[in-house]
């Protein structure tokens, strides 16, 4: 039953909700922009940020003793460095197409403020199982987002989820379209991912009061 | 018993339940509130916020008409039913005909933006429990004269329901919002169904029909229902004049084409002091002192006949004014009191800003044909701006001169 203390499970799950990177601290926003215009795009990303906190949590959690802490941001861009240029090189050994589409940000991983933030804020300071656990959490609460903004964009913007026209075709006028319904295109352009974030916000607030500051 | 004492029972009996702001806001709509403001200096508490958005409603009135009578008019014209019309009382133009084709496609655009938009206004209204807000009734008219007459109907609901949370509500409802609500949902229907809001099928009711008809197999002729900015981004000719131009004849934004009725809603509004005229004045010297920078570069010989630009600068530069919805868009949306800058100085800024800035995007950008929507919303982000920084200058200046004084 137990495979998770209390305390170990709160690790992986308050990153989901109550202490989200996106929503809550409001931190990697900009691939959350650049990339969930479509439903596969994001998942292979969060996959891919998945990976690099999980392993870098670990790394720098086991040199955090022998790291001088002048150079430490350093060597923290080295480690997620090595580690996304592992990612990207997987990615363009087994789906070329998919890298192509993702461009530049699998590379920009590396800036993803999310990851150093926890680099710097749990594990120069914890244990190996812990320091994993918390990448692992943010990791999928930054992907859950990122899911979620992807599957309404994809949908709405263009009709299909995963690349399968869901909707119907735009062109031959099937299914919803041979009602008059239209795509959105101002779903696929970033401003929108920015507004359906802003909702998953708000949502998320008014379900939650504890999370409004007072001011 | 009258209405108004059914209302004002059902008020006293619903007081303090869900659906009071609902019973209150119907009330203070059809009369004058039993109660006016209570506390604070207001001198001029008479009127509440809906006898100012009703004013602007009656200036709007004579667009909406004559925006009816237009759409039928560019649809048998383009048709070939009817013959051009001579001036702006030609019976051409104001027959019953027309009247009822327009009324045909106009009016359900009116009943959808208002029940849709009064509908996600009650709605918060009831779960904050705040009064209803008056903010809708303006926005309301003013969204189905900045479509075109063919805008399919829940692309337009779809737009309402973004256009009033997104920009208005989520700030906290009227009096808060950041951007002009009517423009958000313009810009809404912009960005995401672009084909349904510029080119040259949208403007006349039955071309994209017709269009349709012929992807079909069907031999009738095409409708060209191109705008005059339209034309002119594409260096195309058109055939109508400046009279057409001022009086409205041409194919457009259903409330957005006739300069002259645009005109006296602005006196009317500057007359019972409800717009700023400050901002209009102001805007119309920005777009004419944009006009005329184009077209010295033109009279310098700076920009060749083949370039893309060349209609659109060597146009007179007042008749900018004329074409398009830039009119509209100064008298009836830059002035909106919430969105626009509050101080004087700020105004004439503001104004300046927003003409010159919708002419540019009009010359250079052949994407958006039109730019005053683009010019409002940009300035009415800045706004704020503009006003700081008048009051910091205001502030240093009176600063100095008590210096000079006491010193």
Redesign the interface.
């Known amino acids: 039953m137990a495979l998770l203390s209390k305390k170990d499970s709160k690790l992986i799950l308050d990153p989901l909700a109550d202490n989200n990177p996106i929503t809550i601290q409001v931190l990697g926003i900009c691939s959350a922009l650049a990339i969930t215009a479509q439903l596969k795009a994001s998942i292979v990303m969060s996959i891919s940020v998945i990976f690099v906190m999980g392993v870098g949590n670990i790394v720098i959690s086991l040199m955090r003793n022998i790291i001088p802490s002048k150079i430490r941001i350093i060597v923290q861009l080295v480690v997620v460095a090595t580690l996304v240029i592992i990612v990207d090189q997987v990615l363009k050994a087994f789906s070329y197409q998919l890298s192509k589409e993702l461009g530049a940000f699998i590379g920009l991983i590396i800036t993803n403020c999310i990851i150093m933030g926890r680099f710097e804020a749990f594990a120069l300071g914890n244990g190996v199982w812990r320091s994993f656990l918390d990448g692992i959490g943010n990791a999928l609460g930054y992907g859950v987002i990122l899911i979620i903004v992807g599957f309404f964009r994809e949908l709405l913007g263009s009709g299909t989820l995963l690349g399968f026209p869901v909707l119907g075709d735009p062109i031959a006028k099937s299914g919803v379209y041979s009602i008059?319904?239209?795509n959105?295109?101002?779903?696929l352009?970033a401003p929108m991912a920015l507004?359906v974030v802003?909702i998953i916000i708000?949502v998320q607030r008014s379900r939650n009061k504890a999370l409004i500051e007072e001011n | 018993m009258g209405l108004k004492q059914n209302l004002h029972k059902l008020k006293e009996k619903y007081k303090g339940k869900k659906m009071a702001p609902a019973f209150n806001a119907i009330h203070t709509f059809l009369y004058l509130p039993n109660e006016t403001t209570h506390n604070g200096t207001h001198v001029k508490g008479a009127d509440d916020l809906k006898r100012t958005m009703n004013t602007v409603i009656m200036a709007l009135v004579p667009c909406l008409i004559f925006g009816i009578f237009n759409a039928g008019y560019q649809h048998y014209l383009a048709t070939g039913e009817i013959s051009k019309a001579a001036g702006f009382l030609s019976p051409e133009f104001w027959s019953m005909a027309n009247f009822s084709m327009g009324a045909w496609k106009v009016l359900p655009i009116v009943v959808v933006s208002y029940v849709v938009g009064l509908a996600v206004e009650f709605i918060f209204a009831v779960i904050k429990g705040h009064e209803v807000e008056e903010g809708y009734l303006v926005t309301g008219m003013l969204v189905p004269l900045i479509v075109p007459v063919d805008i399919p109907l829940w692309m337009l609901a779809v737009a309402v329901i973004f256009g009033v949370v997104i920009g208005k509500e989520v700030f906290g409802g009227t009096g808060m919002n950041i951007l002009n609500p009517a423009l958000t949902i313009r810009a809404f229907l912009f960005f995401a169904y672009p084909t349904w809001m510029s080119g040259d099928k949208v403007w006349v009711h039955g071309a994209v029909e017709r269009a349709n008809e012929i992807a079909g197999g069907a031999n009738v002729d095409a409708i060209s229902g191109e705008t005059i900015l339209g034309s002119l981004a594409q260096n195309k000719a058109f055939d109508y004049d400046i009279m057409d131009m001022f009086y409205g004849l041409i194919p457009g934004s259903i409330g957005e084409t006739s300069t002259l009725l645009i005109l006296i809603g602005g006196l009317f509004l500057i007359f019972t002091k409800i717009g700023s005229w400050r901002i209009m004045v102001s805007a119309i010297i920005g777009a004419l002192a944009m006009g005329l920078i184009f077209n010295g570069v033109v009279d310098q010989g700076w920009i060749g006949e083949g370039s893309k630009f060349f209609s659109l600068m060597s146009t007179e530069f007042w008749h900018h004014l004329l074409i398009g919805g830039l009119a509209f868009g100064i008298v009836y949306m830059a002035t909106d009191p919430v969105t626009a800058s509050q101080t004087n100085r700020g105004k004439w800024i503001y104004g300046f800003l927003i003409g010159f800035i919708s002419v540019t995007i009009r010359v250079f950008n052949p994407a958006y044909p039109e730019g005053v929507m683009l010019a409002i919303l940009l300035m009415n982000v800045f706004a704020p701006t503009i006003d700081h920084y008048v009051l910091q200058g205001n502030i240093k200046r009176r600063a100095k001169r008590l210096k000079v004084k006491t010193a």
């Open positions: 008059g319904y239209e959105n295109g101002f779903m352009l507004i802003g708000w």
